[in-house]
């Protein structure tokens, strides 16, 4: 059955820096495009990243662009989201999706909180 | 950056009904390979995500066939037959013909 199981996120002040993971299981990971995908609390939703399915290409939304990369593990089929310098802005549940067909299966979400 | 404007925002829908949610682009949707990468997803409360229809009309696996998605260009809808109570929940549609990929506002589906 597949699966994308997010964890790493919490509460951390503005500025500083999380790193979310991506579990993925029940498909060829090394196979597909992975997107980040982000909703803040009540909001809609918000493209975040997006990595090709061999790590050669990244996209990112220019609200991230220099602060957020996008990384992944093929070999331990995990999907990665390094964030730093934080803003209070960036509070919102991180979804990771599958691009084979086009955000075709989602994870539940990790919550972030920026606050002091 | 493609603006997607969802209309309408809320829509109270009897049981058994059809309901109808309009997504406009403020650009053609339509790729340079001839594909236009317009989805609706469905967001149920306490669920993942889903994706209900992808490159306009196309139903994903597992979708029910009461739910149709139709338009070109700019302009696309998203139809359900007959509604169900199980439908309730905020639809996405969402381009990916280039990036940044982006999503309308949302349209919440309620049960009148």
């Known amino acids: 059955q597949l699966q994308l199981v997010e964890s790493g996120g919490g509460v951390v002040q503005p500025g500083g820096s999380l790193r979310l993971s991506c579990a993925a299981s029940g498909f060829t990971f090394s196979g597909d495009g992975m997107h980040w995908v982000r909703q803040a609390p009540g909001k809609g939703l918000e493209w975040v990243a997006f990595i090709r399915f061999d790590g050669t290409k990244k996209y990112y939304a220019d609200s991230v662009k220099g602060r957020f990369t996008i990384s992944r593990d093929n070999s331990n089929n995990t999907l990665y989201l390094q964030m730093s310098s934080l803003r209070t802005e960036d509070t919102a549940v991180y979804h990771c999706?599958?691009?084979?067909?086009?955000?075709?299966?989602w994870g539940q979400g990790t919550l972030v909180t920026v606050s002091s | 950056d493609i603006v997607m404007t969802q209309t309408p925002l809320s829509s109270p829908v009897t049981l058994g009904q059809p309901a109808s949610i309009s997504c406009r682009s403020s650009?053609?949707?339509?790729?340079?390979?001839?594909?236009?990468?317009l989805s609706w997803l469905q967001q149920r409360p306490g669920q993942p995500l889903r994706l209900l229809i992808y490159k306009i009309s196309n139903r994903f696996s597992g979708v029910p066939d009461r739910f149709s998605g139709s338009g070109a260009g700019t302009d696309f809808t998203l139809k359900i037959s007959r509604v169900e109570a199980e439908d309730v929940g905020v639809y996405y549609c969402?381009?990916?013909?280039?990036?940044?990929?982006?999503f309308g506002q949302g349209t919440r589906l309620e049960i009148k």
């Open positions: 969402m381009h990916a013909t280039q990036f940044p990929i982006t």
């Open positions: 650009q053609s949707l339509v790729h340079s390979d001839g594909n236009t990468y």
């Open positions: 999706a599958r691009d084979r067909v086009l955000f075709d299966y």
